[in-house]
């Protein structure tokens, strides 16, 4: 499989994935849920700075 072909299918993904998001949560709804999954992302790579953070001070 080339490059050309996954690329496809990965858009063929996404694009399922965005039209039952859609389907299932309003727009506004859908920023709410995205803005809490980019909260918990953010929150889970400050904890693990602070760990390596911590390491390399000890």
Do not use: C, P, Y
């Not at 965005?18 to 999954?37: C, N, V, Y």
């Amino acid at each position: 499989m080339d490059e050309k072909e996954m690329s496809e299918e990965e858009l063929k993904a996404i694009k399922k994935k965005e039209r039952i998001f859609d389907f299932f949560w309003s727009l506004e709804e859908q920023q709410t849920i995205l803005g809490l999954l980019k909260g918990r992302k953010m929150k889970k790579e400050l904890k693990k700075h602070l760990k390596d953070k911590e390491v390399k001070n000890v």
